[in-house]
T-cell receptor, first 113, second 115 residues
């Protein structure tokens, strides 16, 4: 199993550009989520999904869109990048049936100029 | 709402020193507790978890944590740290009320171990 795979690992964007961060998992996990990690602020939940076709907002959803057309994939879209979105982004997944721990991807380091 | 506090933001120790990182949560009902570690440049990895049973939980790499319900705490300990333990440590809680069991994260503790 590859686990949780995120691409790209690094990206530099200009303000106003759009892009999609990809996340895929091969563990048949229903629950997937996106976090951003910023110094001094820990992990903050952006969006999450409890299954294909179902998404919901987390703590800091503004400026981001998600979709969950399949169980495996949970892409995060930045519609119009802003410098405040410079961060490290982590995708995570976990199984259902109790309180399973989350499995994290390697992260995407995103810089917005 | 449930919240998680990690009181030590930065800790610096010498090798072989003992470690205790504090974690407190705000809601005293049924919770599930986790410690994650993030080594420099890497993703988060689960160190240990507590769901029920023995409140003293053993994790990987010699770490352990003790769940003390009366104190709403889940402190992480290691008797003797190594340089390779330099990392950021995150405490997280799942509040078992309701159906929406999201992880609530602490802000993290940065541990530096001097060789």
């Amino acid at each position: 199993n590859a686990g949780v795979t995120q691409t790209p690992k690094f990206q530099v964007l200009k303000t106003g550009q759009s892009m999609t961060l990809q996340c895929a998992q091969d563990m048949n996990h229903e629950y997937m989520s996106w976090y951003r990690q910023d110094p001094g602020m820990g992990l903050r939940l952006i969006h999450y999904s409890v299954g294909a076709g179902i998404t919901d907002q987390g703590e800091v959803p503004n400026g981001y869109n998600v979709s969950r057309s399949t169980t495996e994939d949970f892409p995060l879209r930045l519609l119009s990048a802003a410098p405040s979105q410079t961060s490290v982004y982590f995708c995570a997944s976990k199984g259902t049936g109790g309180n399973q721990p989350q499995h994290f991807g390697d992260g995407t380091r995103l810089s917005i100029l | 709402a449930q919240s998680v506090s990690q009181h030590n933001h930065h800790v610096i120790l010498s090798e072989a020193a003992s470690l205790e990182l504090g974690c407190n949560y705000s809601y005293g009902g049924t919770v599930n507790l986790f410690w994650y570690v993030q080594y420099p440049g890497q993703h988060l990895q689960l160190l240990l978890k507590y769901f029920s049973g023995d409140p003293l939980v053993k994790g990987i790499k010699g770490f352990e944590a003790e769940f003390i319900k009366s104190k709403f705490s889940f402190n992480l300990r290691k008797p003797s740290v190594q340089w390779s333990d330099t990392a950021e440590y995150f405490c997280a809680v799942i509040d078992c009320r309701g159906n929406n069991r999201k992880l609530i994260w602490g802000l993290g503790t940065s541990l530096g171990v001097n060789p």
